[in-house]
């Protein structure tokens, strides 16, 4: 299979579909491999680098989607790229299409089959594409609120690990997943005053046990959120419901009764965000203010590590490649896991949260493979 490559386009966003180590696995496999010129420049991943790896660099975008037979990226689509996918092409990246009805429609028109990373899930039912992105973001999220906490960035000119005589910042982090585990062990680790909320009775005792009394595991209603909300000098929004969008756990009125110069962090943005005031923003613009609340909603956050999460990406999505490059409808048909990642294809929507967000109709994915 003649595999493409493009560089990323979305407002920094340094990070790139395959690493040369990743082109010379699929190379091995018997695969083509088309590099976009510069494509892995911002994670020091030179055109000279892909080539020793077996990889050919063409010089445009237009040329990747032109010859691509799969097409391998990071981020969703921009509209014009989304206009020259094309039916029979194969689409490998991340989508977050229930808050999304203008890519949504977009990738339908295409025709092109769309597998997002987000949605393929292991034995276990857990999301093993977005597990890597999700540990880098939970990391990031309290490093980016520590920063935010200073008085010179809108903060409440908190440390959030105080010093001996001053007690240590108070951390809210809204669910207890991949995101909520590593956002948690970072503020723990930093000498915050962590509390956790899930409404998994079962991952709270796991969480209890692995945190020995560090931090508090509490079961999550709407009036702890309030309690631990409105003490909170960092919260994280931390949820994901899967394929489908956040739900807002932090209401306006909420946010305007937090203490002034707290600071949210809603890694959900893109899935929507959690919170009622979030609106997506970028690395070189993270934060606005609202109800004297410093909000970071940063669509792409590990695009901010973007040497370190490109490679933990690739770690990931590679295996899934393989198959997709292998035999792609057969890959498809026979791996449960692989086909909860379909999305789209041949212009219907074959992932019931999507559809069910958007008001599509929905074709389950071992039908609409049939087509």
Excluded at 14 to 22: C, E, H, Q
Excluded at 214 to 243: K, M, P, Q
């Amino acid at each position: 299979m003649l595999i493409g490559v493009p560089k990323e386009i979305k407002n920094h966003e340094y990070r790139v579909g395959l690493t040369p180590s990743s082109v010379m696995e699929l190379v091995k496999h018997g695969h083509n491999i088309l590099i976009q010129h510069d494509a892995g420049a911002g994670v020091d991943f030179s055109d000279d680098q892909y080539i020793s790896a077996g990889a050919e660099i063409v010089s445009t975008a237009e040329e990747i989607f032109a010859r691509g037979e799969m097409i391998i990226k990071v981020k969703e689509p921009q509209p014009h790229e989304c206009k020259m996918l094309r039916e029979g092409q194969i689409l490998y990246t991340y989508l977050h299409l229930a808050p999304d009805p203008d890519q949504t429609k977009l990738l339908v028109e295409s025709g092109a089959t769309c597998v997002a990373y987000e949605t393929v899930t292991d034995a276990d039912g857990g999301l093993p594409l977005l597990a890597p992105m999700s540990e880098v973001a939970g990391r990031m999220s309290v490093q980016a609120g520590a920063h935010h906490l200073e008085k010179a960035q809108g903060g409440r000119g908190v440390l959030l690990g105080g010093v001996p005589g001053v007690a240590a910042a108070k951390v809210l982090v809204i669910g207890g997943g991949v995101v909520g585990y590593n956002a948690a062990s970072m503020a723990v680790g930093m000498g915050a005053d962590v509390t956790i909320l899930d409404r998994s009775i079962p991952r709270l005792r796991q969480l209890d046990s692995e945190y020995e009394g560090r931090a508090r595991c509490v079961f999550s209603t709407n009036a702890a959120i309030e309690e631990y909300a409105l003490e909170a000098d960092l919260v994280i929004g931390a949820v994901l419901v899967h394929g489908a969008a956040a739900p807002k756990l932090l209401s306006t009125d909420l946010i305007k009764r937090m203490k002034k110069g707290a600071v949210v962090v809603d890694v959900a943005i893109d899935q929507g965000g959690c919170f009622e005031t979030s609106k997506a923003t970028t690395h070189d613009k993270p934060t606005y203010i609202v109800h004297e609340i410093v909000h970071y909603c940063v669509a792409n956050m590990p695009g901010g590590v973007a040497r370190t999460a490109t490679m933990a990406l690739n770690n990931a999505t590679l295996p899934y490649a393989i198959a997709l490059a292998n035999d792609p409808i057969n890959a498809l048909f026979t791996n449960a896991n692989l086909q909860n990642g379909l999305n789209v294809h041949k212009g219907s929507v074959t992932y019931k949260a999507v559809a069910d967000a958007l008001g599509y109709s929905y074709v389950p994915a071992d039908e609409a493979l049939k087509v």
